[in-house]
T-cell receptor, first 110, second 120 residues
């Protein structure tokens, strides 16, 4: 179908541990895969994105990996901090629009 | 750069009335803006694509006569919820596409802070 499948729906980690969120898509024509962080009562903020011509992109503690053959991409957060607690959404660019995953509620416990 | 604002941030209205939400791109021009709706604990659902100078394109299942969209300038799009009912209560979020980068940035969207609508 058109949906992007995102897992897990909730994730709880200890401060300092790593967190990984995975998304699977079906449209092989897609070539843009962003990740958004949404804090309670606020709009989503783009934290990292990747295009299909690369397999990995890193920005400090955040990295995204893309496997086009398997049609999945993942968000990796290392050395998690309490302020990383939020809802994270993956998305897939298709037809000029973004199709969002269901979201992952990340809780980082101090 | 790439800041998008929304006004109001929250609004309460009575059932049967209409309410207008504004979305502005503050430091760039946006030919295309998007309107999303988000219910609690759920994902963002695209309602419509707003095109400057032309009619909006609505997603399947979204009533165009109920959710009126106007995109009269390159920095402003408005969403009017007409004859609002309690089931229209939701978090409405707009986004804008900065097309200054050309086709390479076709999908990059910058989101506003959202508008919480409560219909009593």
């Amino acid at each position: 179908g058109e949906n992007v499948e995102q897992h897990p729906s909730t994730l709880s980690v200890q401060e300092g541990d790593s967190a990984v969120i995975k998304c699977t898509y079906s449209d092989s024509a897609s070539n843009y895969f962003p990740w958004y962080k949404q804090e309670l009562g606020k709009g989503p903020q783009l934290i990292i994105d990747i295009r299909s011509n690369v397999g990995e992109k890193k920005d400090q503690r955040i990295a995204v990996t893309l496997n086009k053959t398997a049609k999945h991409f993942s968000l990796h957060i290392t050395e998690t901090q309490p302020e990383d607690s939020a809802v994270y959404f993956c998305a897939q660019g298709r037809g000029g629009k973004l199709i969002f995953g269901q979201g992952t509620e990340l809780s980082v416990k101090p | 750069g790439a800041v998008v604002s929304q006004h109001p941030s929250w609004v309460i209205c009575k059932s049967g009335t209409s309410v207008k939400i504004e979305c502005r791109s503050l430091d760039f021009q946006a030919t295309t803006m998007f309107w999303y709706r988000q219910f609690p604990k759920q994902s963002l659902m695209l309602m419509a694509t707003s095109n400057e100078g032309s009619k909006a394109t609505y997603e399947q299942g979204v009533e165009k006569d109920k959710f009126l969209i106007n995109h009269a300038s390159l920095t402003l799009s408005t969403l009017t919820v007409t004859s609002a009912h309690p089931e229209d209560s939701s978090f409405y979020i707009c986004s804008a596409r900065d097309e200054g980068g050309g086709v390479l940035y076709l999908y990059e969207q910058y989101f506003g802070p959202g508008t919480r609508l409560t219909v009593t």
